[in-house]
Each structure stands twice: as structure tokens, then as C-alpha cells.
């Protein structure tokens, strides 16, 4: 089992950065493909970001090709989200996830809120 805490969300100005993290519990935490999810009001789950298992492939939603990058620490056993030039299109919950393989993931975690405002 993998348990996942989200940090970082909060209110910023359009233009600004953020990173997001995400801290998993397990030993295994390495052999597990991490994804970053958001959710809009209103609006259905979707696909951000994610790294595979052992920090392999890279994947990331053509909506935040060059702005986001996400990236791991195996020793901290945390993944994270550097969000920058933010819109406020991205404004939403962001949910961490694992799974042993993208795009299928079985382990979720709460989600933090990003507003982007001015």
C-alpha cells in the first residue's frame, strides 16, 4: 500500500510559480509510476503529469507542456510538480496518484487546491 500527502497549493497571480509536492509512504515507492491529476470545478479529472516507475519516461498534457515539470526524489520519496508561468486556467485541485504503470493508477491522494487569480 502507498499512501500519498499533497503540499504546496495555495493562491497565486497569473504568471507566478508553484511547486507542488507529494509524499509517499512504502518502501516501494521507487517501482511505482506517479502521476499529478487536477480537477476544475465543474470539470472531469485530468491527466497533468507523470513520471514512470525508477524515474523513467516523462509524460505531460499538451495544457502545460513547457511550463510544468515534474520530477522525483527516490531518497525522499517524493515527486513534485513545478508549476510556472500559472494561468488562471489552471486553477484546480491537484491530486497526486501511484500506480505500477502510466496510465493506470490505483493509489490516490487527497489533492491540494491551486487558484490562480488576480
Known amino acids: 500500500q502507498v499512501q500519498l500527502v499533497e503540499s504546496g497549493g495555495g493562491l497565486v497571480q497569473p504568471g507566478d510559480s508553484l511547486r507542488l509536492s507529494c509524499a509517499a509512504s512504502g518502501r516501494t515507492f521507487s517501482t511505482y509510476a506517479m502521476g499529478w491529476f487536477r480537477q476544475a470545478p465543474g470539470k472531469e479529472r485530468e491527466f497533468v503529469a507523470a513520471?514512470?516507475?525508477?524515474?523513467?519516461?516523462?509524460y505531460y498534457a499538451d495544457s502545460v507542456k513547457g511550463r510544468f515539470t515534474v520530477s522525483r526524489d527516490i531518497t525522499k520519496n517524493e515527486v513534485y510538480l513545478q508549476m510556472n508561468s500559472l494561468k488562471p486556467d489552471d486553477t484546480a485541485v491537484y491530486f497526486c496518484?501511484?500506480?505500477?504503470?502510466?496510465?493506470?493508477?490505483?493509489?490516490w491522494g487527497q489533492g491540494t487546491q491551486v487558484i490562480v487569480s488576480s
Open positions: 513520471i514512470a516507475r525508477f524515474g523513467g519516461s516523462i
Open positions: 496518484a501511484a500506480g505500477r504503470a502510466h496510465p493506470t493508477y490505483t493509489h
